[in-house]
């Protein structure tokens, strides 16, 4: 099993900048996948953005040039930077990974407001 603890999200005005980030504990020497989904009030959870354990990453189409997600093995912790936000990138930001081994896990979400 693997534990996740989010941290930095909070309010900011659009045109600014949050870096979310992560950490990892447990059974983390089976961690394969870690990345970033996204749940806005009404709608359902969308992946944001993933980083797989060599270093290949995805982004959602409305993120892409903005975001850059990136991970720190030695520290297992994944980070997510978020530059020129919008009002339609406020969520409740959830971290997860995907394991070899231990199954799947999420974090507990922190949220992410972006004022007009």
């Known amino acids: 099993q693997v534990q996740l603890v989010e941290s930095g999200g909070g309010l900011v005005q659009a045109g600014g900048s949050l870096r979310l980030s992560c950490a990892a504990s447990?059974?983390?020497?089976?961690?394969?996948?870690m990345g970033w989904y996204r749940q806005a009030p009404g709608k359902q959870r969308d992946l944001v953005a993933r980083?797989?354990?060599?270093?290949?990453?995805t982004y959602a189409d409305s993120v892409k040039g903005r975001f850059t997600i990136s991970r720190d093995n030695a520290k297992s912790t994944v980070y997510l930077q978020m530059n020129s936000l919008k009002p339609e990138d406020t969520a409740i930001y959830y971290c997860?990974?995907?394991?070899?081994?231990?199954?799947?896990?999420w974090g507990q979400g922190t949220q992410v407001t972006v004022s007009s």
């Open positions: 447990g059974s983390i020497f089976s961690i394969n996948v």
């Open positions: 997860f990974v995907l394991t070899f081994t231990a199954g799947n896990s």
């Open positions: 980083i797989f354990k060599t270093g290949t990453t």
